[in-house]
Each structure stands twice: as structure tokens, then as C-alpha cells.
């Protein structure tokens, strides 16, 4: 005589099983997620940094000098959160990025990009804040690329450096 099951479904071990196949799952996309978020922020600002360059190299090439900084004297220029008041004279070069800005943001040198000239020379930069270290993301990304590294703001072989960038060579020590 076959006895007849009167109840059918899963078991709650199974259930729970699958249950933990799928917080497995999610928990691996979510960290795969967030590294994949942190290479782009690192991306974004360096094609950030190198639209600025640019735009600041065919400055030169039209008129024979780098845009001033600070009010036409040779001090740092920062970018604004939506763009303006960092070196006007780019204007007609390119649309100022207004997405740089991270970390924190009560520091009023928070994280962000940086320009100096003395119209000779000038250097262009994405410095951290005040006693911080960019993220590691931008670490991992600037590592690898020594002629980005700001002589002034890198310690080799150490992930506690404040800055990175473009420059002349007569800027390199700024």
C-alpha cells in the first residue's frame, strides 16, 4: 500500500536555502556595482581635468600665454560648484564641468580641481581636502599614471596623497 503525501510544497529548509542563494547574490552585485560607481567618478574627473587641459592648451597656442588665475594674479583658482568664476578666459574653449566636487564639503578647499598660472606656466589639479587623502578608488587609478602624479601631493608607494593632475614643467614644484 503507497501512502499518499497530503501536504505539497517546499520544505522551510528549503526555502531558507533558496533564500540564501539570492542574499548571495545580491550581496556580490552590490559590491560589484560599487566598484564599477567608484572607476567612473575616477574616470569622470580625469576626462574632467583633461577637457580643462585642453581647453587651456589651445588658450596658449591663440594667445601665446596660459589663462590667468586668481583675478589675473598667480594664485589658485577654484572651481565653482556650478562652473563659473574659475578661469573665465576658458569660456569660449569649453563648458566648465560643474560635477567635481566629493568628499567633504564643509571644508571650503573641499575636494575639488584647482588652477594656477603666471601666464608662463600653470598647473591644473584635483586636490583633496585639508589633511585628507583622495579616495582610494582615485588612488588606484592615478597609481598606475606617474606623469599625473603632482610631485608636491604624492608619496610613492602611499595611498595618502592629497593631489593629481596637469602641468607645465616649469609648474611641476607649485
Do not use: C
Amino acid at each position: 500500500m503507497k501512502i499518499q503525501r497530503a501536504n505539497k510544497g517546499f520544505t522551510i529548509v528549503e526555502l531558507m536555502v533558496v533564500a540564501a542563494v539570492i542574499v548571495v547574490l545580491a550581496l556580490i552585485s552590490v559590491v560589484g556595482y560599487n566598484a564599477y560607481k567608484n572607476r567612473s567618478y575616477a574616470s569622470q574627473t580625469d576626462a574632467n581635468l583633461r577637457l580643462i587641459n585642453l581647453a587651456v592648451k589651445q588658450y596658449y597656442a591663440k594667445n601665446g600665454s596660459y589663462p590667468p588665475s586668481g583675478n589675473g594674479s598667480d594664485t589658485w583658482s577654484r572651481l565653482a560648484r556650478d562652473g563659473t568664476n574659475f578661469v573665465p578666459e576658458l569660456t569660449p574653449y569649453l563648458k566648465m564641468p560643474t560635477d567635481v566636487e566629493y568628499g567633504d564639503k564643509t571644508s571650503t578647499w573641499y575636494n575639488t580641481i584647482l588652477y594656477r598660472s603666471n601666464g608662463r606656466e600653470y598647473k591644473l589639479i584635483r586636490l583633496a581636502a585639508n589633511g585628507q587623502a583622495v579616495p582610494k578608488y582615485e588612488y588606484d587609478f592615478v597609481s598606475t599614471k606617474t606623469e599625473l602624479q603632482d610631485p608636491n601631493r604624492w608619496t610613492a608607494g602611499s595611498p595618502q596623497f592629497r593631489g593629481w593632475g596637469y602641468w607645465s614643467l616649469g609648474a611641476a614644484n607649485w
